[in-house]
């Protein structure tokens, strides 16, 4: 290990120099006296060196101050050293792979001699537990001992303690602070100490170097150790996967034999390698890339022209399968990224694209020391806890199998291929390529299990990783969380169990109306627009509003499983769904290694994270806590995040109310074994005065604040979500920076690929919660299309002074305004589908006409909307019966053929045969369904009396949904006829799938439950057939339908939910184009003359070009490119005159006539409408040409 020390006053000035020492010599550890670092900003990014944790400690008056700079590669523990004097300041942290406590000491020179003896007595104390130590620092005292030529008080002081200790001085005699004005003495101040034991392992010299203006000289200190770098271990994952698809039923018989033949396929490919492949090297890559280097060794030992064309050859077929990689990384990178990603996890995977070493850049010491794994399973897993009463077999507790092929399918297509695994290295990845017979043993033993109600030991061996909590100190046990890594074939079943958790929830309507979390058509939007409305609605009724976030302590686990299984029973639940819930939780193994050891725990209480079921039944377990609220009180909750609302007509009768509900809520909590953090719950009074509130929780006030983040929404006082804004554009800053690894301006990624990217990184980051913040000020939310404008112009390559209008347009991405308001109408249309609490708040404000600014942004938007929200058919629960009778709806006419493919003769004589056949005796029913124009016409013959109906939709809808709509009128006509075994015939086969997926479900919208419930009762089947097959009854009823259409009877009927959505979306539509038209009357001219509608996808969308020339075109087409003229216009080059002319410019005509545009276009505006691929080509080519810098 090698360690650096230095004064270096300043560290912020001389960061830059003191990144190229440490580098210089890649030096393990850094400590840094008089750091002049600034109270309370020790951890900012004005200190950060690359490469390096660093701890650091300030002195109150930014002078002074120490620093310890430990690489990434090793995790450490900081160690709490206290002094109570300011002059001086120590760091002290424990690299916990080496074993050795490093620790910064800056002693001031005007610090008494008495306080710098006492505090130099109690440090040694504090560090008298520890065996190998090395103090570091300007202690600024001389002696005769360490070089010096005199002596003095602090000196003789320092050198007794040593002398009493255990600690030995490495300074060899050299001076370590030399003066440059010569009058001056050089003396050795800088002192290197370590423990005895140390002293023969070590080496101390000064190098002849100072940082900064600092006069003080380096000093390296060298520990021997037997610490290696651990070098990365890679799996070759697509050779497993290989392998795992070949193995059949001779191989695997049993769970057993897949589970070793996996571990021991996963040890066999597994490589250690210095080499850090990019992500997008694959086997392809690498056989390319050795093909290449194989045809270069060729060419070089016999240089003809065969081997410089097979070079040439392999070198693109190599970069091409290179870029074919990195496009597909990109694309995968914008597919698993969502709004909550955080930053780090995003700047790792960018750096596995871009081929950057993947350093540890957490520090982590529960991974090293076995005390800090001890005590972090301690809290978060709590000791061991066997339940000896658990059976070790129920019996059979059902007669059904939980899994078959289609549910197991279903599951694995819904699962991440690349999750992680638990100790077994099966993963989601390997289970989606094993054959047909090794999926049925797999599936018969988790049907053995689940009818035994017990689950197979190994199965429920958890692994235990801990991971950061952001804003945390990651030194220590509360820095951490931890992840559960439960074995996939677990996963896989609890997934199945927690589908019939899930229906029974539902059907039974168990959960509480204000429980949000991990439920079916809600989420967390819909909570914090529920909890905003809330507040609003009290606002205008003359209440005074406050709500306390409540914060439990280790929610999950502190579950009890007898108090989850009695909930349960009392609930209703089936008895196998109990037994197995019981028996997964009850003595699993929680394993989690720290350093060659393997920490373990048998638990049966706490809910696993990472567990599927653990969120849905800790809303179970916590459906009591509901229970104690009045009109003025609510209580919303999201997983383990409570909101207690409370509104009153003044303050004192608010702070009572809050006291006694949240006095219930905790004794409540207590009773299910939660506890209130009181240090972390936070109050806010949503009121304009400053009036304390005095609310406790065990003694504990309450701390009242101005603004708080709930569910990633910074929500303050007024509802102005200003600072939600502020943090937005942060956000957005960052992510800009991740655009800019990836993109250049002019040669970055292809602006196809890259607006992936910005929607999966960006623009999902700025929607989270846009129907609840979109009510801040104008100002805001420009501050917001400002920040997406420089992302915009990263992503598509255009310049700073492209119009609005025509960066949009070229990205096809709507102004960020109408954007926000189609998402909130869109969330908007589902809460009134489904019927949740945000469509009950939104019927008290129906016939609201009083000020507008009174009103939450969700409210606004539906008053302004209602015409459409209205008319949406709600979405009905219902309980499925497996034994009742199905109605009958046949999607085939009795063979399976394309239509487009059969003649029309060969289907009608199939139908007939059908008509005269199976259903002769029946009473036959006609629809069909009819646009013209966009207003929809229904049609319906009934044979039987000769009743024929032609109706006129009052709604615009899909043509599916007007063929619904027919089958529904043809519905109501045989309860009204009691038409009883009737035949409804349609052409519609989208209508007939529906319908039958719809009876198979518990959820399904009115139409199509009222269409199932008249079928049932009456006995009537569904048929599809062919249309324009000269059916005497379909062609009449499509005569009936576009009669309909134009002159039918309006027909007043709801729509679907997707109906609603192609609404919203036209309206969106229609608005952005009369932005983007408006906006190019004042700007954006030439683009708008090119392209005169905004269209959903850009110009080059799918065209052969690569990320250069559509880069290059995009500035051409928008006029606005880096030409002197534009750069004028930014004030970057003194003359105006544009040196472009890629038309007309006389002084590259020679060069022009290569080309074939050369004559054929006036201006740009027809060599675009063109869209000649080969001409936009040669365009580029001929600016490459002259050297022209766009």
């Keep these: 290990m090698r360690l650096v020390q230095a004064n270096v006053q300043s560290l912020q000035k001389n960061k830059d120099e003191l990144l190229r020492v440490l580098n210089d010599v890649n030096y393990d550890v850094g400590v840094f006296s008089e750091t002049w670092t600034r109270p309370g900003e020790e951890a900012s990014r004005a200190y950060r060196i690359s490469g390096y944790h660093q701890i650091l400690t300030a002195r109150p008056d930014g002078y002074g101050g120490v620093g310890v700079y430990v690489q990434m590669k090793y995790n450490y523990q900081q160690i709490s050293v206290t002094v109570q004097s300011d002059q001086i300041q120590i760091v002290a942290v424990k690299v916990l792979r080496l074993d050795v406590v490093i620790v910064g000491v800056y002693v001031a020179p005007s610090v008494p001699s008495n306080v710098f003896e006492a505090e130099l007595n109690s440090i040694i104390a504090q560090l008298e537990r520890f065996n190998r130590i090395i103090i570091a620092g300007d202690f600024n005292c001389h002696h005769y001992s360490w070089g010096n030529n005199y002596c003095d008080r602090k000196g003789t002081i320092l050198m007794d303690a040593i002398n009493a200790s255990n600690l030995i001085v490495m300074n060899d005699g050299s001076k370590t602070f030399i003066p440059i004005d010569t009058t001056k003495q050089a003396t050795a101040i800088d002192l290197t100490i370590c423990s005895a034991g140390l002293y023969s392992q070590t080496d101390w010299k000064t190098i002849p170097k100072s940082v900064g203006r600092s006069e003080h000289l380096l000093i390296e200190a060298s520990l021997i150790t037997s610490d ?208 047909p017979e090794v999926r049925d043993v797999i599936i018969e033993h988790i049907n053995r299990m689940f009818v035994s109600g017990t689950l197979t030991y190994h199965l429920k061996e958890i692994k235990i990783v801990a991971i950061p909590k952001p804003g945390r100190d990651q030194s220590t046990v509360q820095g951490k969380r931890p992840i559960a890594l439960i074995p996939t074939i677990t ?18 309507c168990i959960l509480p109306e204000l429980s949000f979390g991990f439920r079916r058509n809600v989420s967390t939007s819909t909570c914090l627009n529920y909890v905003v409305n809330a507040i609003k609605q009290n606002k205008r009724a003359g209440f005074i509003t406050a709500v306390t976030f409540i914060d439990l302590t280790n929610a999950y686990n502190a579950v009890k499983t007898d108090t989850l299984e009695e909930t349960m029973q009392e609930l209703l639940f089936p008895s196998e769904v109990i037994i197995w819930v019981t028996s997964f939780l009850k003595n699993r193994k929680i394993a989690m290694k720290v350093g060659e050891k393997t920490l373990t725990r048998i638990v049966s209480n706490g809910l696993p994270q990472g567990d599927v079921m653990s969120p849905s039944l800790f809303n179970v377990y916590t459906t009591k806590l509901h229970t104690i609220y009045d009109e003025d009180t609510i209580l919303v909750q999201f997983a383990d995040d409570f909101a207690l609302i409370v509104r009153a007509k003044s303050i004192e009768a608010l702070n009572q109310k809050m006291q006694i509900h949240l006095t219930n809520f905790t004794s409540k909590a207590k009773d299910l074994n939660l506890e209130i953090n009181p240090n972390k719950t936070k109050i806010i009074l949503f009121h304009g005065g400053t009036q304390p509130l005095n609310i406790k929780v065990d003694n504990t006030v309450i701390e009242k604040v ?70 801040t000020s104008t100002t805001n939310r420009k501050t917001i299309q400002t920040a997406l404008n420089a992302c915009l112009r990263k992503v598509t390559g255009c310049s700073k002074t492209t119009p609005l209008n025509s960066l949009l347009a070229v990205a096809s991405q709507e102004p960020w305004d109408i954007r926000s308001e189609y998402i909130a109408c869109k969330e908007l249309a589902k809460n009134v589908a489904y019927r949740n609490p945000i469509y009950e708040q939104l019927q008290e404000i129906e016939d609201y006409e009083g000020d507008s600014e009174k009103l939450t942004y969700q409210e606004k938007q539906y008053l302004e909307h209602r015409n459409i929200f209205n008319t949406i058919s709600p979405v009905r629960t219902v309980v499925v019966d497996p034994a009742s009778a199905e109605v009958t709806i ?131 089947d569904i048929q599809w057939i062919p249309s324009h097959i000269d059916i005497k009854g379909n062609d009449l009823a499509d005569e009936l339908a576009k009669h309909g259409a134009q002159h ?107 080309y074939d545009y050369d004559g054929k276009y006036q201006n740009s505006k027809q060599l675009f409408e063109a869209k000649d691929v080969n001409i936009l080509r040669d365009v580029v080519s001929f600016l490459r040409k002259t050297q022209l810098k766009i």
């Design 228 to 435: 290696k770098d651990p070098r990365p271990i890679f799996v070759n994952h697509q050779r497993i996967a290989k392998e795992v698809a070949s193995w059949n039923a001779d191989d695997i018989q049993s769970l057993d034999d897949f589970k070793n033949k996996v571990k021991q396929c996963v040890d066999s490919n597994k490589k250690v390698s210095r080499h850090t492949p990019k992500a997008w090297w694959s086997d392809r890559v690498e056989v390319a890339w050795k093909e290449k280097m194989e045809a270069v060794k060729r060419f070089r030992n016999c240089s003809t022209i065969e081997n410089a064309i097979e070079v040439k050859k392999c070198s693109a077929t190599f970069t091409r399968l290179k870029n074919e990689g990195i496009k597909k990384q990109i694309e995968e990178l914008a597919e698993s990224v969502d709004p909550q990603t955080s930053s780090k996890i995003l700047w790792s995977k960018i750096a596995r694209i871009s081929g950057k070493r993947n350093k540890r850049r957490v520090n982590n010491p529960i991974q090293e020391d076995e005390r800090l794994g001890e005590e972090f399973l301690d809290v978060h897993v709590g000791q061991n806890d066997v339940d000896i009463e658990v059976p070790i077999s129920y019996g059979p507790v059902c007669r059904y199998n939980l899994m078959d092929a289609d549910k197991w399918s279903k599951i694995l297509a819904s699962k991440n291929s690349k999750s992680a695994p638990s100790g077994d290295m099966i993963t989601y990845g390997m289970l989606k390529q094993i054959k």
């Design 491 to 508: 996963k896989i079943t609890n997934t199945a169990v927690l589908e019939k958790i899930q229906n029974h929830l539902q059907e039974r």
């Design 706 to 775: 101005n603004s708080h983040r709930y569910l990633g929404l910074y929500i303050d006082r007024f509802l102005g979500f200003g600072g939600h804004i502020r943090i937005m554009k942060e956000k957005i800053q960052e992510r800009l920076k991740m655009l800019k690894v990836i993109s250049s301006i002019r040669s970055g990624g292809h602006p196809q690929t890259m607006i992936l990217l910005y929607n999966a990184l960006v623009r999902s980051c700025v929607e989270y919660g846009s129907s609840t913040v979109n009510n």
């Design 890 to 1020: 046949n999607m085939s006419v009795g063979a399976v053929f394309k239509k487009q493919n059969t003649n029309p003769r060969v289907m009608k004589q199939m139908v007939l045969g059908l008509l005269n056949g199976k259903y002769k005796t029946r009473c036959k029913i006609y629809t069909d369904a009819s646009n013209l124009d966009g207003t929809c016409g229904i049609g319906i013959f009934l044979e039987f009396s000769n009743r024929r109906i032609s109706l006129r939709l009052e709604h615009q809808t899909s043509i599916m949904t007007a063929e619904l709509l027919a089958i529904k009128v043809a519905a109501d006509e045989v309860r009204a006829h009691q038409a009883r075994d009737a035949v409804i015939f349609t052409d519609s086969l989208s209508s007939c799938m529906l319908l039958d997926h719809s009876q198979r479900h518990s959820e399904r919208s009115e139409i199509a439950d009222e269409i199932i419930r008249t079928c049932q009762e009456w006995n009537v």
């Design 1048 to 1154: 039918g009877e309006l027909f007043e009927h709801p729509v679907l939910l997707k109906d609603a959505y192609l609404r919203l979306m036209k309206i969106k539509q229609e608005k952005v184009n009369n932005w983007y038209k408006d906006y190019a009357n004042e700007k954006g001219r030439k683009f708008a003359e090119i392209q005169p509608e905004f269209k959903e996808k850009p110009w080059y969308y799918n065209l052969p070009l690569n990320n250069v020339e559509t880069r290059t075109l995009n500035r051409l087409i928008t006029g606005h490119d880096y030409s002197k003229y534009w750069l004028h216009k930014m004030k970057l080059k003194d003359s105006p005159i544009c040196e472009l002319l890629v038309l007309h410019c006389k002084r590259y005509s020679q060069i022009r006539k290569q």
